[in-house]
DNA sequence: CTGAAAGCGCTTACAG
DNA sequence: CTGAAAGCGCTTACAG
């Protein structure tokens, strides 16, 4: 039985209240008591109980963090940073895996109410209603991380796709390239998918090279077998391709899997860059030239910035987009 | 304001005692009064605190696990695993990202003491005297996945490294490979780095090959870069060498890595098996043999041990372990 | 400086 | 079948 404190007070000749004081550094005590207490706490090994603080000061001092896949590349990353800035501001983090799943989502967010957690983050997928109708009624601060939300208001730490695809793409125009394709995530997620592809067409229209359908092959999702199937097919469509954008690391992985099934040499016939800058990105050979976004800061901001919400309930979280950087490495070649 | 037991006893006209009973679909209601209740449970959109309950039934249905490296690829998988196991028996996970340092563990523990987990699933690092204290001491059962302790009888789940090295060793030598060097993890390591070498000596000798210190290499961690900087190191004191076991994937990977940078083709020069199955693994080029651990089901497992501990309290952990087995891709050459 | 008491939101004997 | 009451381990006015 963990001893209470109860013991200790009953051990230091005091009352509880008392002790209650000194552990929370409240005022009301002498140098002389406070040493009984202290004493008596060390003697009993009295670890203050969480779960009976958390009932009286309605503080759990615990987040919930949802992820559509935790084992993914891009959520460990981001989970670490999450889980850092957490426990530097006193809080816990309770993962959950979605799973992509609507249903399982709704499950986990009921659960993370009733467990009375202070916060939320959430993690790369889209809000739907009936997420942000749980959201106002757990009634606790949320922030999204590597999503937004256009119909919900709610602050979100990101990277400006739009703007990380633009530079992608205009560095391989930089290079020389003049004959770009890409592969590109799905056309139904607003949030990563699309804008990809627009600041793809952008930078190719910003540069006077006129954007044709066949430049592009889309995809479900942003795995390493979607990169790998979609190559071939670009290739197929738009032979005369000399240099291609990935809209994910995976992707461009896959990508490149392909090229050396095909004897295509990347960075001397064919070059390619990434998007994310996962860790594989300088594993994989040759390590791939991509945009990156920094993932453990983003987890690392969305958790300081829920922490804030959660101890200053007054203060508005603003959003912010965190800068990209293009990480050259060698799977890109400069045409002369 | 979240509606409270009270709210729907004096919304249902009836006490807090039967909502309760009813709640916890114990006996003793009639059909009516449950049909009452039921109705205002719903207008009121109540959801239990579980912190509260947690309070009096002394379980908040929480685990921690402690990794030392969340983000890692191993433990993401494994992690993934855990989750799994731990929400479908009704548990929430809370991480806690060790950075395989002792005084970080030490808090963690104390924290995770705080909050009344019920349990601990302890992954992938030795278990030093202090932590075993504070397990006696919290008094709730602990797993370890992935590693081991000799000194401490901690039930454990993991994959045996010994004779997982020994047969990737002898699957080489199965391929008619006769001068085998290996990339080795650490010799202060006795959970995974010592048994990965013993079970490569072991093999050698069971085919007559002997063992010559220059057949290995050594690192302090298990990454991509030791990997990197190991191949050119072991080549050099062993230039005969035809193929080598690398004590992880990332290792392996590495490996490759440098044989690229050396013009060495893989696996027609040098074939390369590794350790652990990472989706990584699947990923580079060529796709990597390897030694698969099951780590998303050795997370499902822990999981699944450490619940079921936790609901029946006499039951005695039995440890185990699971099995691996050899992924064949294009990284071992058949010699003739 | 210190303590008695109420209360956080539940569960569980106990009595009827 | 149902409710009053005690209690889980704390914090926080309130009174002295």
Chains 1, 2 share one sequence.
Do not use: W
Not at 163 to 187: D, F, K
């Amino acid at each position: 039985m963990n001893p209470t404190i109860k013991d200790v007070a009953k051990k230091a000749n005091v009352s509880i209240a008392t002790v209650s004081r000194i552990l929370n550094g409240l005022p009301g005590y002498s140098e002389d008591t406070k040493k009984k207490v202290t004493a008596a706490i060390a003697d009993l090994g009295y670890q203050p109980n969480a779960v009976a603080r958390g009932l009286i000061n309605r503080r759990t001092q615990t987040i919930g963090v949802l992820f559509p896949n935790v084992s993914g590349m891009l959520s460990s990353e981001v989970l670490e940073g999450v889980e850092r800035a957490a426990h530097e501001a006193g809080f816990s983090v309770i993962v959950c895996n979605t799973a992509s799943s609507g249903s399982r989502t709704l499950k986990y967010l009921r659960l993370l109410q009733e467990k009375r957690v202070d916060g939320v983050i959430f993690a790369s997928e889209d809000i739907k209603d009936e997420y942000a109708e749980i959201f106002k009624e757990m009634n606790v601060p949320v922030v999204l991380v590597s999503t937004a939300s256009q119909k919900h208001n709610l602050p979100f730490v990101r990277v400006n796709d739009f703007e990380g695809a633009y530079r992608a793409t205009e560095y391989l125009i930089h290079r020389g390239h003049r004959q770009i394709g890409m592969i590109g995530g799905s056309n139904y997620d607003p949030i990563a998918g699309v804008p990809r592809m627009e600041g793809f067409k952008a930078a190719l229209t910003k540069h006077s090279l006129p954007f044709i359908d066949k430049m592009l092959v889309t995809n479900e999702g942003y795995r390493f077998n979607d990169g790998q199937q979609s190559l071939p097919k670009l290739l197929h469509q738009f032979p005369e391709m000399t240099a291609v954008f990935a809209a994910s690391d995976e992707l461009a992985i896959g990508a490149m899997s392909a090229a050396h099934q095909l004897r295509i040499s990347v960075p001397d016939q064919l070059s390619i860059i990434g998007y994310d800058n996962l860790k594989i990105s300088e594993m994989c050979y040759p390590p791939l030239t991509t945009v990156s976004q920094p993932l453990v800061k983003m987890g690392e901001k969305a958790g300081e910035m829920l922490t804030a919400l959660i101890k200053e309930k007054e203060l508005e979280a603003k959003s912010m987009y965190l800068p990209f950087t293009i990480v050259e490495r060698q799977t890109v070649k400069r045409m002369k």
